[in-house]
């Protein structure tokens, strides 16, 4: 009798406990679908004003860096009108199953690539900028960035190509069911490696030592202006017994403080990118070298970072620059004034 009780105490224990797991990932699945819907609207209404503006402004349209800041914008205007899209119907379980991820991952993998390797070109063309700038006025043309931007889309979309294919996809069927179409789960490792060393650790790594020389030729130069500026102050005090600044230290002074931004910029560039995008492929390369499967919680977290990358990149790149700021505002009144008919 006792052992009667003992086993309906045990089925009643399993059954709530399984319960609380239902509810806790139906929760999670609301919050991911939220955030997604909400990194959906800002990456598609972020990247059309970036857009909109280099189109409508000609002072835009003159600087060539440009033509690779429209483009990173379009694969990410496209990575949260498409690819977000699907992941948000991968978290109703009837719609995450393997033939929605075939559709799925090659997508995901055309515009992240392309976004990646695009934020690779800008630091490229920074750093030639800083440090070879004769070198940069004459071999950064139009026609260069147009070509760069040529060569991201062909390269990443022939990765995408193949990862439609049964040359790179799993012949079974996961045995457990995903939350998301993770690509360890259903490409082969051989492909991941090809692909996760393209579009994610080259552009990393690079973007992290070009960025470092570049925040060191910021430093530096930052140091210069200031010791400029304080020796021209003590010239003046040492004359005539007053602390002023005249108009040329005054500007020595401006541009030390904008070489500071920058500096921020560049740390908020390099530390956003890392963050978001790293966490990821980390846990992706486990899975494949160890083999193990890790909890679905933290490669949903991880997911959802890599995703808001593609609605921040709008805000690092364009959002610092004054020229995007005074158009977007341009662009927002006109709107506002078309919609209350002006």
């Known amino acids: 009798m006792s052992s009667n009780n003992s086993s309906l105490f045990i089925n009643a224990f399993q059954r709530e406990n399984n319960t609380h797991v239902h509810l806790q990932g139906f ?7 939220c ?48 690819a977000v899209p699907l992941r948000i119907v991968e978290t109703f379980p009837s719609f995450a199953n393997y033939i929605s991820c075939r559709v799925a991952i090659p997508l995901s993998i055309l515009f992240g690539g392309t976004s990646n390797i695009t934020i690779l070109f800008i630091s490229v063309e920074r750093f030639l900028a800083i440090y070879y700038p004769f070198f940069h006025i004459d071999f950064f043309t139009s026609k260069v960035a147009k070509s760069l931007i040529g060569f991201s889309w062909f390269t990443v979309g022939f990765f995408s190509l193949i990862s439609a294919t049964h040359l790179t996809w799993n012949e079974k ?12 789960v259903y490409l082969r490792k051989e492909y991941i490696w090809s692909l996760y060393s393209y579009v994610h650790i080259i552009p990393i790594s690079l973007v992290v030592v070009l960025y470092g ?30 602390l002023t600044l005249n108009a040329k230290s005054s500007s020595n002074l401006s541009l030390y403080l904008k070489k500071f931004k920058g500096i921020k910029v560049v740390s908020v560039v390099v530390g956003l990118f890392i963050v978001l995008v790293l966490p990821i492929v980390v846990i992706d390369v486990i899975d494949v070298v160890q083999g193990t499967r890790p909890s679905p919680d933290v490669v949903q977290l991880a997911v959802c970072m890599i995703y808001a ?6 805000f690092v790149y364009a959002g610092f620059n004054q020229e995007y700021r005074q158009n977007f505002k341009r662009i927002l009144r006109r709107i506002f004034c078309w919609s209350r008919r002006c």
């Open 27 to 33: 929760e999670i699945r609301i919050l991911t679908r």
């Open 35 to 82: 955030f997604f819907f909400v990194t959906m609207i800002i990456a598609v209404t972020g990247n059309v004003l970036v857009i909109t503006a280099i189109a409508t402004s000609t002072k835009l349209q003159s600087y060539k860096n440009n033509w690779l800041l429209c483009n990173l914008a379009v694969a990410d205007l496209l990575q949260g009108a498409i």
């Open 173 to 184: 069927n996961p045995s457990q069911h995903m939350r998301f179409c993770r690509f360890p």
């Open 213 to 242: 020389f570049i925040l060191k030729a910021s430093c530096q130069q930052a140091h210069r202006i200031h010791q400029q500026n304080v020796a021209v102050c003590i010239n003046r005090f040492s004359r005539s017994g007053k």
């Open 309 to 314: 990358n593609n609605c921040v990149n709008v």
